[in-house]
């Protein structure tokens, strides 16, 4: 019944930012940590930021202090803003929720 949409990706210069949206349908969205993953052409997905329900935050190493994750519980929506974006930041950002996945929302960076 959980669905995921991604949107907000697009491209941009390095040295820009986005601002990437996850928005949820269906109920307890306010239970589900959710985590934004990524994956660059021939690549691994990785995780790159999660949120708890309680609002804790978690980040890999390559975006520590360059993106920031945060929830809407109301809208039932989490975001990703990225700052200081770079080309190695490109590619396919997902949403998940633990066991559902949205579409995917591309980002790619130029030089």
């Known amino acids: 019944q959980v669905q995921l949409v991604e949107s907000g990706g697009g491209l941009v210069q390095a040295g820009g930012s986005l601002r990437l949206s996850c928005v949820a349908s269906g109920p307890n969205f306010s239970f589900y940590s959710m985590t934004w993953y990524r994956q660059a052409p021939g690549k691994q997905r990785e995780s790159v930021a999660a949120?708890?329900?309680?609002?804790?935050?978690a980040y890999t190493d390559s975006v520590k202090g360059r993106f920031t994750i945060s929830r809407d519980n109301a809208k039932k929506s989490v975001y990703l803003q990225m700052n200081s974006l770079k080309p190695e930041d490109a590619g396919v950002y997902y949403c998940?929720?633990?066991?559902?996945w949205g579409q995917g929302t591309q980002v790619v960076v130029s030089s």
């Open positions: 949120i708890t329900s309680s609002g804790i935050t």
């Open positions: 998940h929720n633990g066991r559902v």
